[in-house]
Nanobody, 116 residues
């Protein structure tokens, strides 16, 4: 059974930082492209960042470029999202996603709230 478990969300002030983690189990982690998505109630889920299987290639949404960094450690079956210079508009539930072609697995999400 594949499981993706996110952690690291919480309340942070504008300008602050958070590091999200997503631990995978039940899958050959290194075979999967890993993504971070986020969703605000009433809006579509948005792709935030992507990292290739070996970690050599990354892509970001324009809204987070220069502020967020995605990384992975395949020896720990874990993907990370370092979020710096957080803004109120970054408030959302953040989801971890493992992708192999058209096959997708999702975590349950972790809430990030950016507010003073």
């Amino acid at each position: 059974q594949v499981q993706l478990v996110e952690s690291g969300g919480g309340l942070v002030q504008p300008g602050g930082s958070l590091r999200l983690s997503c631990a995978g189990s039940g899958l050959t982690f290194s075979l999967y492209v890993m993504n971070w998505y986020r969703q605000v109630p009433g809006k579509e889920r948005e792709l935030v960042a992507t990292i290739s299987k070996a970690g050599g290639s990354t892509n970001y949404a324009d809204s987070v470029k220069g502020r967020f960094t995605i990384s992975r450690d395949n020896t720990k079956n874990t993907v990370y999202l370092q979020m710096n210079s957080l803004k109120p508009e970054d408030t959302a539930v953040y989801f971890c996603n493992a992708q192999l072609g058209s096959l997708h697995y999702w975590g349950k999400g972790t809430l990030v709230t950016v507010s003073s």
